[in-house]
Nanobody, 119 residues
Framework: QVQLVESGGGLVQPGGSLRLSCAAS????????MSWYRQIPGKQRELVAT???????NEADSVKGRFTISRDNTKMTVYLQMNSLKPDDTAVYFC?????????????WGQGTQVTVSS
C-alpha cells in the first residue's frame, strides 16, 4: 500500500515563506509524477505544481515566480517552497502521486496540510 505523509503547513504572515514536504512510501513505480494541489472550502481542488521523476516541472500561473516544486528521488519526497505568500494562498494543500504500472493507472493522495496566510 502506498502512503503519502505531508508536513510543513502552518500560519504565516503575508510576504512570508513556508516549505511543505510530502514523503511517499510503499510500492511505487519509479516513473511517476508528484504534485501539490490546494483546496478552499466550497471550491474545487486546484493544481499548484507538478514534478515528474525526470525532473520536469509545471506550476500554476497564480504561483509562478513564488512557489518552487522539487523532489528527492532517493527519499521519494516532494517539496513545495512557498515564498511571498498572500492571503489568497490560504488553503489545505494536498500531495498527489500518479504512476502507471502494466497499463494500470494508480493515484494516491495525502491527508492534507493547512496553510494559513494572515496578519
Amino acid at each position: 500500500q502506498v502512503q503519502l505523509v505531508e508536513s510543513g503547513g502552518g500560519l504565516v504572515q503575508p510576504g512570508g515563506s513556508l516549505r511543505l514536504s510530502c514523503a511517499a512510501s510503499g510500492s511505487i513505480f519509479y516513473v511517476n509524477a508528484m504534485s501539490w494541489y490546494r483546496q478552499i472550502p466550497g471550491k474545487q481542488r486546484e493544481l499548484v505544481a507538478t514534478i515528474t521523476s525526470g525532473g520536469s516541472t509545471n506550476e500554476a500561473d497564480s504561483v509562478k515566480g513564488r512557489f518552487t516544486i522539487s523532489r528527492d528521488n532517493t527519499k521519494m519526497t516532494v517539496y513545495l517552497q512557498m515564498n511571498s505568500l498572500k492571503p489568497d494562498d490560504t488553503a489545505v494543500y494536498f500531495c498527489n502521486l500518479v504512476f502507471r504500472r502494466l497499463g494500470d493507472r494508480y493515484e494516491y493522495w495525502g491527508q492534507g496540510t493547512q496553510v494559513t496566510v494572515s496578519s
